[in-house]
């Protein structure tokens, strides 16, 4: 299958800074990207749909001046906590989609702890 | 709306006997359907999908999938677990899009020797 890879795997912020969160697609052209925030023993709720050169459609309850999509490349978009908090603490999944594809690739996912 | 429901959080099963993973789904069209499974601290892995045809869906790693209708469920199946198969399992809805996803709540697989 094709591979999406997140980058970084891991991170540490302090409150009140911004973090950014890469998601690439390495062996495609994702025309569309998701992401998904699972909070722990939680299931995945999608945040945010992005097509290249959009803006990103944002689910219910998502704020999007919080969480800053970019997907300016056919192989990667990015999310932008923006002063992150606590709260915002969570396991964040991206998953790709190439233009004739029948099947979403999920990336590895990033950790973010906020403290 | 659509909704996906899991009805066991946790199961745990011996070495070497079956598992069954419950899904059901709400949805007023046939859904596309899904089941992940994803290890700690990692993304998700596609077991297997359903989107119309033969009822009985084979995926990797052993596991298969009988979508039924009639019940609104797309229960998942293994005759023979191993211990490499403890792990969080997700049943997810999909629309009109691939990928975007309504996730159940997952259940969580202990394999015991």
């Known amino acids: 299958g094709a591979v999406v890879s997140q980058h970084p795997s891991r991170v540490i912020c302090k409150s009140g800074t911004s973090v950014k969160i890469e998601c690439r697609s390495l062996?495609?052209?994702?025309?569309?990207m998701f992401w998904y925030r699972q909070f722990p023993k939680q299931s995945l709720m999608l945040m945010a749909t992005?097509?290249?050169?959009?803006?990103?459609?944002?689910e219910q309850g998502v704020e999007k001046d919080k969480f800053l999509i970019n997907h300016a490349s056919l192989t990667l978009s990015t999310l932008t906590v923006t002063s992150a908090h606590p709260e915002d603490s969570s396991f964040y999944i991206c998953?790709?989609?190439?233009?004739?594809?029948?099947?979403?690739?999920f990336g590895q996912g990033t950790r973010l702890t906020v403290v | 709306a659509q909704s996906v429901t899991q009805p066991d959080i946790h199961i745990t099963v011996s070495e070497g006997a079956s598992l069954e993973l419950r899904c059901n789904y709400s949805y007023g069209a046939t859904p596309y359907l899904f089941w992940y499974v994803q290890s700690p601290g990692q993304g998700l892995q596609l077991l297997l999908k359903y989107f119309s045809g033969d009822t009985l869906v084979q995926g990797i790693k052993g596991f298969e999938a009988e979508f039924k209708r009639s019940q609104s469920s797309f229960n998942l199946r293994k005759p023979s677990v191993h211990w490499s198969d403890a792990a969080e399992y997700f049943c997810a809805v999909g629309t009109d899009s691939w990928g975007k996803f309504q996730f159940g709540a997952g259940t969580q697989v202990v394999v015991t020797p």
């Open positions: 992005s097509n290249e050169g959009s803006k990103a459609t944002y």
């Open positions: 998953s790709a989609r190439g233009l004739m594809g029948t099947e979403a690739f």
């Open positions: 062996d495609f052209q994702a025309t569309t």
